[in-house]
């Protein structure tokens, strides 16, 4: 079946630093690709999503590719603050609006001022 | 404004009895769906619903229970056949066959067995 894998946390970066949080995904078709953000005692939020290969999602300067030839979904911001500091959860559909949504374990980022 | 309400925020429980979370939405999502998370696992399935009277199991449905009597709301009970019912769970929803849409969240639940 469908499945995500993220790369383990936590993520520690200063401020202003250059962030990147692997996703690679395996999948049937053509599925649609998420990226979620929690904030803490919070539910999930959606950051930004990509529905078709070589697509870019972005939201509030993170950004994601969708690259069907590796298989991933990177997640990637210029200069993290200090208020980014959350889980990031990568999530995929699948084919039909009978497949719920498949995320990732989520990935821990700390940002220090 | 349209959203997703969980409650209550906190919830403790005594070993062996029945707990009931709310979630209800007015987005007039036909699919709503129910979310455990522990830490490191990220969010595991329980059960998801499609349309009103129907719903499915999800990887973990063991020892919970739901109902969508409406389509506002899709309850998940907790029962006592579930051993480690201590957890954050949250409900979603979203637009029926719309993959591309991605799901809306509630702000969870906490439930505690004390």
């Known amino acids: 079946g469908n499945s995500v894998t993220q790369m383990e946390g936590p993520v520690t970066l200063s401020e202003e630093a250059f962030l990147t949080i692997n996703c690679t995904y395996t999948?049937?078709?053509?599925?649609?690709l998420f990226w979620y953000v929690q904030y803490p005692g919070e539910g999930l939020q959606l950051l930004l999503k990509?529905?078709?290969?070589?697509d870019k999602g972005s939201n509030k300067g993170f950004e994601a590719t969708y690259r069907k030839e590796t298989t991933s979904f990177h997640l990637e911001k210029g200069s993290v603050q200090v208020s980014d500091s959350a889980v990031y959860f990568c999530?995929?559909?699948?084919?039909?609006?009978?497949?719920?949504?498949?995320f990732g374990k989520g990935t821990r980022l700390s940002v220090i001022a | 404004d349209g959203g997703i309400t969980q409650s209550p925020k906190y919830l403790f429980r005594k070993e062996g009895q029945n707990v009931t979370l709310s979630c209800e939405q007015n987005?007039?999502?036909?699919?709503m769906y129910w979310y455990r998370q522990d830490p490191g696992q990220g969010l595991r399935l329980i059960y998801y619903?499609?349309?009103?009277?129907?719903?499915q199991k999800g990887d973990i449905a063991e020892g919970y229970s739901v109902s969508r009597e409406k389509k506002e709301s899709f309850p998940l009970t907790v029962t006592s056949a579930q051993k480690n019912p201590t957890a954050f769970y949250l409900c979603?929803?979203?637009?029926?066959?719309?993959?591309?849409?991605?799901?809306?969240f509630g702000s969870g639940t906490r439930l505690t067995v004390v």
């Open positions: 979603a929803s979203s637009p029926e066959a719309e993959t591309n849409y991605g799901y809306t």
């Open positions: 619903s499609q349309i009103v009277n129907d719903f």
């Open positions: 999948a049937t078709g053509y599925p649609s």
């Open positions: 999530a995929l559909s699948g084919n039909s609006g009978n497949t719920p949504l498949v």
């Open positions: 990509a529905t078709k290969a070589d």
């Open positions: 987005l007039n999502h036909d699919a």
